[in-house]
């Protein structure tokens, strides 16, 4: 079974700057037991929500995984590894040394189809002040962002959303153009 993550970061890491720790980050997935199948180019993204710090660093990635894992399972790797490059969760899309999200599973849907389109179709409004008390899968927001889906299209471009029915090529392709050239390959 294949996972796809995205990973920022707009911190140094003890003195490294977020590229470092982007590929630290990469090679710590793989120590955890997480295969790396394909891993995109880095870029250099706008910092969101607009002037909340310094522009990030991001990339995406496509992960083997044991067929038997579970969302939950990965989800607390992946938290490890964050924990391992100084991430903090003080606050809701704050700065960071690292973030690595857990973008899809496969085709799973969490915690169902109901849950999982409630939180995809949140007004803008509503996303700043909500969070999930659970994992939702596929993650809410990835057909909103350039800087998920154009390292994202690099791995996995005909990825097919089991909700909306859309590859990640055609929602990258639905996204305003001027998102889509914010985000620049380093």
Same mark, same amino acid.
């Given at each position: 079974?294949?996972?796809?993550?995205?990973?920022?970061?707009?911190?140094?890491?003890?003195?490294?700057?977020?590229?470092?720790?982007?590929?630290?980050?990469?090679?710590?997935?793989?120590?955890?037991?997480?295969?790396?199948?394909?891993?995109?180019?880095?870029?250099?993204?706008?910092?969101?929500?607009?002037?909340?710090?310094?522009?990030?660093?991001?990339?995406?990635?496509?992960?083997?995984?044991?067929?038997?894992?579970?969302?939950?399972?990965?989800?607390?790797?992946?938290?490890?590894?964050?924990?391992?490059?100084?991430?903090?969760?003080?606050?809701?899309?704050?700065?960071?040394?690292?973030?690595?999200?857990?973008? @899809?599973?496969?085709?799973?849907? &969490? %915690?169902?189809?109901?849950? +999982? #389109?409630?939180?995809?179709? !949140?007004? *803008?409004?509503?996303?700043?002040?909500? @969070?999930?008390?659970?994992?939702? &899968? %596929?993650?809410?927001?990835? +057909? #909103?962002?350039?800087?998920? !889906?154009? *390292?994202?299209?690099?791995?996995?471009?005909?990825?097919?959303?089991?909700?909306?029915?859309?590859?990640?090529?055609?929602?990258?392709?639905?996204?305003?153009?001027?998102?889509?050239?914010?985000?620049?390959?380093?």
């Amino acid at each position: 079974m294949h996972a796809l993550v995205a990973l920022g970061a707009n911190l140094p890491f003890r003195g490294d700057p977020p590229e470092t720790t982007l590929a630290r980050a990469l090679k710590a997935l793989s120590e955890e037991g997480l295969s790396l199948l394909a891993v995109s180019r880095f870029f250099a993204t706008p910092c969101f929500p607009a002037g909340a710090g310094p522009d990030y660093v991001n990339a995406a990635a496509m992960l083997t995984v044991d067929a038997e894992s579970d969302a939950t399972a990965i989800l607390a790797v992946l938290h490890r590894v964050e924990e391992r490059f100084g991430r903090r969760r003080d606050t809701r899309w704050g700065m960071r040394t690292l973030d690595i999200d857990l973008l @899809a599973l496969g085709d799973s849907v &969490l %915690p169902d189809g109901d849950a +999982q #389109d409630e939180w995809r179709n !949140l007004s *803008p409004d509503r996303q700043i002040g909500s @969070a999930p008390d659970r994992l939702i &899968l %596929p993650h809410p927001r990835l +057909q #909103d962002r350039a800087f998920v !889906l154009v *390292p994202l299209a690099e791995v996995a471009p005909d990825w097919v959303h089991p909700r909306t029915g859309q590859t990640v090529a055609a929602m990258l392709a639905a996204l305003p153009a001027a998102d889509v050239a914010a985000v620049k390959p380093l």
